[in-house]
Structure formats: structure tokens, C-alpha cells
């Protein structure tokens, strides 16, 4: 009974080294979609450490269980475009269209949870190195690129 249990658990990881490495990247992803996590809820958005964390997370495993069970490339490019498909529509949830004419609200949210999980597949994929450059400049984006809290102006006005 426990050989079988154990079977199960290692399923698509038959060496100790692929074990490591997904654990590797289950841990980096969890990582790097907490920090922009945590980025955006210091700046008091709605979604923020954990919608983040698992956004990145959860496309990481999308990718590392497809890649471990050895499906092809074209498979694999199938997955990541209905993951993206699917985290676009999570995205779309969390825009606003208040009551003001032009006042819209959400994107930079909806932007961010995308990037986050481009951020997971990069990890799934095992581009550690494209993930946490995209970490940082996401950073970058968010904390130091000026935002705009104002409707642009309408054409007519000056």
C-alpha cells in the first residue's frame, strides 16, 4: 500500500533530481508572486500577497505537471494559451467602469495579475532567470513608474 502511495506522489518525477527540480520552482514561483503580491497590497489594491502568490503558483503547476508527464510542445503551447486565456478573464473581473464618464479602474490590478502569471510559466518552463528579471521590472512598474489617478483629459478640453 505504501509503494503504490508513494508511486502516485512521484508520478511523472522518477528521479530525486527532477523532484528537485520542481520543488525549485513551486518555490520560486511561490516567491516571486508574492513579492509583487506584497507590493500591491501595500498599496492598499484588492488583490495583493495571496491572489498573487497563487496566480504565479498555480500557472507554474499548470506547466511543470504537463512538462512531467511529457506532452509535446504544441500540447504544452495549448495549456499555457488556455491558462492566459483563463487569467485573462480573472483579470477582466477585477476591472471597473465607475459611474464618471471615463473613470475606469482595475487595469494596473488586472495588468498585474496577468504579468504574474507570465511570471509562473516562465518558472514552469524553467527560466528562472527570465522570471525573476520580470519580477523586478514588474517592481520597478509598479512602485516607481508615476500612476495616474485622474481621467485623461477629453480631446475638446484644453
Partial sequence: ????LWDELTAGLPTSQ??????????AATLLGALVGYQR????KSAGLRTHTLV???????????????????????VIQGVITGIGFL??????KLE???????????AGIWMTAAIGV????GSLGVALLATVMTLI???????????APRPDQH
Fill in 91 to 96: 483579470g477582466a473581473g477585477s476591472i471597473l
Fill in 56 to 78: 504565479a503558483l498555480g500557472t507554474t503547476v499548470f506547466v511543470v505537471a504537463c512538462s512531467g508527464i511529457g506532452m509535446s510542445p504544441d500540447g504544452l503551447s495549448r
Fill in 100 to 110: 464618471s464618464e471615463r473613470l475606469i479602474q482595475g487595469l494596473t490590478t488586472a
Fill in 18 to 27: 527532477q523532484l528537485a527540480h520542481v520543488i525549485v520552482r513551486l518555490v
Fill in 41 to 44: 497590497e501595500r498599496a492598499g
Fill in 1 to 4: 500500500m505504501i509503494e503504490i
Fill in 141 to 151: 512598474v509598479l512602485s516607481l513608474v508615476g500612476s495616474s489617478d485622474h481621467p
Fill in 122 to 125: 516562465a518558472v514552469g518552463l
